[in-house]
């Protein structure tokens, strides 16, 4: 049988930055309060938790990549709302942020955690930013405390 190693859901004396998106604010702070939420239930302190907020998607990338240089972070959570329009304006954003948060991650190598939804309607936005079991939000933050663990333990 292999070794397994994996991360665990415990946050406690980890750090951990939160950059989310101020446009599609309706949404984007109920997903901060999702991950808020998901860090204290992992036993994460209030000042251990920073959040920093960026005028869109599209600027999350730069403030994260900044944010992680400062080495102060165990994770980066990523939080934002891109909704679809009637231009191709949401494809460029969306793209952009994606593949920037990606960028951050892999540059830094500090586990920077894509919550960024991308929708096509309000509705689905609502459904995703929702109760706790739908938060992108919580999710994203889950997965910011596991691989904060994780990286602790290789």
Known sequence: MPKIIEGKL?????????????????IT????????DALSRCGAADPDV?????????????????????????AIICLGAVIR????????VAAEASKGI???????????IFGVITVDTIEQAIERAGAKLDNKG?????????????FQAV
Do not use: C, W
């Open 85 to 92: 329009g009637a231009t191709p304006h949401f494809d460029f």
């Open 10 to 26: 415990n946050a406690q004396g980890k750090k951990f930055a939160i950059v989310a998106s101020r446009y599609n604010d309706f």
């Open 102 to 112: 990606a960028h951050v991650m892999m540059e830094t190598g500090l586990p920077v």
């Open 29 to 36: 702070e109920k997903l901060v309060g999702g991950a808020l």
């Open 138 to 150: 919580f999710s994203a933050a889950m997965a910011a405390v596991e691989m904060a663990s994780l």
């Open 50 to 74: 920073e959040v920093f907020k960026v005028p869109g998607a599209f600027e999350i990338p730069l403030v994260a990549k900044r944010v992680a240089m400062t080495q102060r972070f165990d």
